[in-house]
């Protein structure tokens, strides 16, 4: 026993003491994981649960970033396009993207919000307007999307409004319901109030806008005639194969804009051509304008083919444009000159663009 106590008293007592700081140190650092992990849990368990009470009181679904990259995916959006539209459905907190995307309003009114944010950027004028360019290039593909387009006519609502093509004649007709079995539509009347009835197994051509103003069409037959609720109805059959009209490349909207034309003349070869801009010009009226081109109405008649400097004002901005006359019609004393833009600045494109789709007033 006496030699125990030298021996105990020799035993450094630090080494003892390092190892227990070192695993107080492990099981601290473990606890401190698993209540990170915890936490992070709990987080996501009320955001999840949150989103779900936000859809259910708003009557709306809470948009994933993964279904949000399914939709643009399946718009067909190049990079530039698709980052554009991340960037818009984030600005403006877009909660259920295809909703928006089948509504022309709601998409304008994001689209609005982003162009305005852009165009107030401090970032240089050159960069602004190449994100003007790519959101309007993003902006007229959905213009023609086939989101939220109808594929049957029992997607049809009642109230909406028809035109059922007959031997060449264009009738107007109304839709009472879309029942199973058939759609119903109230019988179609004259001038003078008398109904219009097309005979039984007659092949029809039906016509019809959405709500989101985009256009459909499809082959029908008549069935018959029944009353449904004391209204007089005429029997289609349904279809299911709707095909949506085709619209023009670019937006276009009415004006009046008051502009010049300048006769342009090419000279030299095809390697190396000078154009060369006459000093006579031809007074106009821009009576409708997209980023492809524009309608002039003016008195003097112009040559199919031939090629004018338009100068116009947008603004407090002139603004000028390369245009090729591709066809003419008369329109009284006035001459409409139908042209094809040939050369504009992006610059230009942009504030026509924004014009076009009411993102500014002119």
Not at 35 to 58: A, D, H, M, Q, Y
Not at 71 to 81: A, T
Not at 83 to 100: F, G
Request: charged residues 25%; proline residues 2%; glycine residues 6%.
């Amino acid at each position: 026993m006496t030699g125990l106590v030298p021996f105990l008293l020799q035993v450094d007592l630090s080494d003892m003491w390092t190892q227990n700081s070192s695993g107080s140190n492990s099981a601290l650092i473990f606890l401190i994981f698993i209540v990170v992990i915890i936490i992070v849990i709990l987080v996501l368990n009320f955001t999840r649960r949150r989103n779900v009470s936000v859809g259910k009181e708003t009557g709306v679904k809470i948009a994933s970033p993964f279904a949000v990259r399914r939709l643009i995916k399946s718009i067909g959006l190049d990079h530039e396009q698709s980052k554009m539209m991340n960037y818009i459905i984030k600005l403006d907190d877009v909660v259920d993207p295809e909703r928006s995307l089948a509504s022309p309003a709601l998409l304008d009114q994001h689209f609005r919000r982003a162009y305005r944010a852009i165009d107030s950027s401090t970032i240089p004028d050159t960069e602004i307007q190449h994100r003007l360019s790519v959101l309007f290039s993003t902006r007229n593909i959905l213009e023609n999307t086939t989101i939220g387009a109808a594929t049957s006519s029992r997607q049809i609502k009642e109230e909406t409004k028809l035109t059922i093509t007959h031997n060449k004649e264009k009738i107007a007709a109304v839709v009472h319901s879309a029942r199973e079995d058939f759609l119903a539509v109230e019988v179609p009347k004259t001038v003078l109030g008398s109904q219009i009835k097309i005979a039984k197994g007659t092949k029809v051509e039906v016509l019809f806008f959405n709500k989101g103003n985009k256009g459909f069409t499809f082959e029908s037959r008549v069935i018959g005639y029944v009353t449904l609720h004391g209204h007089p109805v005429m029997q289609l059959a349904h279809s299911n194969n709707l095909r949506m009209l085709s619209k023009r490349r670019f937006r276009r909207k009415q004006s009046v804009i008051a502009c010049m034309m300048f006769l342009v003349y090419v000279e030299g070869t095809k390697k190396k051509q000078r154009l060369i801009v006459d000093k006579r010009r031809i007074v106009g009226k821009i009576a409708d304008i997209s980023v492809g081109g524009c309608s002039v109405k003016t008195t003097v008649p112009v040559q199919v083919g031939a090629r004018f400097k338009i100068e116009f004002m947008f603004g407090d901005e002139k603004m000028a444009a390369l245009g090729q006359i591709l066809r003419t019609n008369r329109a009284g004393i006035n001459h409409v000159v139908h042209v094809k833009f040939l050369r504009l600045t992006q610059k230009s494109m942009n504030r026509i663009n924004a014009f076009v789709y009411d993102y500014v007033q002119e």
